[in-house]
């Protein structure tokens, strides 16, 4: 178990899978490896293992972004593999200290499963308008930023919402990529429901939005429980901060 004392960045390994041996890899036997690092009460930081199905619920806790992407601090950007929960990041209401950060690893060729982790996407910089710059960032299928608009609060009383960037999607602005070697991909989640600064883009933190319980039942929730030892239920989780849709709904959102 992790020394509160010796505060480390956290790292995955390469071992990113277990299978039955002698078995092919299928839908029901495969699974993942998952790392976490959480921010306790105490203000200790406790790192977990588990191996958990490579299925989307768990899959999304740490799909967000690539290794070696750049979050805003106060003190300038850092890569997401460098921070530790207790960190302050640059949040869409100001400095927000990081709760808990997850990782896995995407590897190549996994086609068999329900896994959703099979295809990363490179976002080119100004690719969402003239006064975005900056180098190509890489994000995860778990990744959705913040689209807002005044004219959403007439339809749905948020002026903002958050979609998924594979929606996006087009080969030239947001290109699907599938790495031939394995990557990193991390996820962070913040005391509320918020959105990172994240280059241009607000990205949402990690949340895993209602109705986990009956998508998971008993056992596979105690799993994906202890995989936040900063929370005692689901519910510590809060509520959503504003609406997720896609990116046909907001364009009938914004009348189009």
């Given at each position: 178990?992790?020394?509160?004392?010796?505060?480390?960045?956290?790292?995955?390994?390469?071992?990113?899978?277990?299978?039955?041996?002698?078995?092919?890899?299928?839908?029901v036997?495969?699974?993942?490896?998952?790392?976490?690092?959480?921010l306790?009460?105490?203000?200790?930081?406790?790192?977990?293992?588990?191996?958990?199905?490579?299925?989307?619920?768990?899959?999304?806790?740490?799909?967000?972004?690539?290794?070696?992407?750049?979050?805003?601090t106060?003190?300038?950007?850092?890569?997401?593999?460098?921070?530790?929960?207790?960190?302050?990041?640059?949040?869409?209401?100001?400095?927000?200290?990081?709760?808990?950060?997850g990782?896995?690893?995407?590897?190549?060729?996994v086609?068999?499963?329900?896994?959703?982790?099979?295809?990363?996407?490179?976002?080119?910089?100004?690719?969402?308008?003239?006064?975005?710059h900056?180098?190509?960032?890489?994000?995860?299928?778990?990744?959705?930023?913040?689209?807002?608009?005044?004219?959403f609060?007439?339809?749905?009383?948020?002026?903002?919402?958050?979609?998924?960037?594979?929606?996006?999607?087009?080969?030239?602005?947001?290109?699907?990529?599938?790495?031939?070697?394995?990557?990193?991909?991390?996820?962070?989640?913040?005391?509320?429901?918020?959105?990172?600064?994240?280059?241009?883009f607000?990205?949402?933190?990690?949340?895993?939005?209602?109705?986990?319980?009956?998508?998971?039942?008993?056992?596979?929730?105690?799993?994906?429980?202890?995989?936040?030892?900063?929370?005692?239920?689901?519910?510590?989780?809060?509520e959503?901060?504003?609406?997720?849709?896609?990116?046909?709904?907001?364009?009938?959102?914004?009348?189009?």
């Amino acid at each position: 178990m992790y020394n509160a004392g010796t505060p480390r960045p956290l790292r995955v390994s390469q071992e990113s899978f277990a299978r039955p041996v002698g078995r092919p890899r299928r839908a029901v036997s495969l699974m993942r490896r998952y790392e976490a690092a959480a921010l306790l009460p105490d203000l200790s930081v406790q790192h977990v293992t588990r191996t958990a199905p490579a299925h989307p619920i768990f899959e999304e806790t740490a799909a967000g972004f690539a290794r070696g992407t750049l979050l805003q601090t106060p003190s300038g950007p850092v890569a997401v593999e460098d921070l530790l929960p207790g960190d302050y990041v640059e949040t869409s209401d100001g400095a927000e200290p990081v709760l808990w950060i997850g990782s896995t690893t995407y590897v190549p060729r996994v086609e068999d499963s329900e896994s959703i982790l099979t295809t990363l996407y490179r976002v080119t910089g100004g690719a969402f308008g003239p006064d975005q710059h900056g180098a190509d960032m890489v994000f995860g299928p778990a990744a959705r930023f913040r689209i807002r608009r005044d004219k959403f609060r007439e339809t749905i009383g948020h002026d903002s919402v958050f979609v998924p960037l594979a929606d996006y999607a087009d080969g030239d602005r947001v290109i699907p990529v599938q790495p031939g070697g394995s990557v990193q991909m991390y996820h962070v989640a913040l005391r509320e429901h918020k959105s990172l600064r994240i280059g241009d883009f607000e990205i949402e933190s990690y949340h895993p939005g209602p109705g986990l319980r009956r998508e998971l039942g008993p056992a596979l929730m105690e799993t994906f429980l202890s995989l936040f030892p900063n929370l005692s239920a689901i519910e510590d989780f809060g509520e959503l901060s504003c609406p997720r849709t896609s990116r046909e709904a907001v364009l009938r959102l914004a009348g189009h």
